[in-house]
């Protein structure tokens, strides 16, 4: 643990039962640093990092960071996935139907009542995905004027 007691990010994925390498680290550090973003921006942005990988490997990547609850994928309607490193708190999303911006949102109220569906059909819920479709202020305004 580092001195403020955070765990480093190599720490979370030992903790995650994830080998350490500098690709992990730089992907996670990546997803977490950034904004809702796709895997050719993640790739980027390691490359930035660590130098070259490979997209497979950012996907292999992603994909084992997403298993271990590290990081969380969305995956709006018509759109590649995006990933982002806000986990366990079962927000939600707002996505722009025009440029695609995404914003997370709170549950409306309370704590995750979203997990309380009218009828489970017997499924024990641990998560709910909402996604809130408009149009984000930028575009909202450019259509009026």
């Known amino acids: 643990m580092t001195a403020s007691g955070n765990p480093t990010t190599a ?8 080998r350490v390498t500098a690709a992990r680290v730089a992907l996670l550090e990546a ?7 796709g895997a050719e921006a993640i790739a980027s942005e390691v490359r930035g990092r660590v130098g070259h990988i490979s997209v497979q490997a950012v996907y292999e990547g992603l994909h084992a960071l997403t298993a271990a609850g590290l990081i969380r994928r969305l995956d709006p309607p018509g759109s590649p996935a995006l990933y982002e490193g806000r986990v366990g708190d079962n927000h939600h999303h707002l ?5 695609g ?14 997990l309380t569906a009218s009828d489970d059909r017997g499924f024990a819920v641990d998560e709910a995905e909402v996604i809130y479709w408009g149009l984000c202020p930028a575009c909202s305004t450019a259509r009026s004027s």
């Open 31 to 37: 997803v977490r640093d950034g904004d809702h973003l």
């Open 11 to 18: 720490e979370e994925l030992r903790g995650a039962g994830l």
């Open 95 to 99: 996505v722009c139907r025009s440029c």
């Open 101 to 114: 911006a995404v914003a997370d949102v709170d549950c409306a109220v309370g704590h995750a009542p979203c």
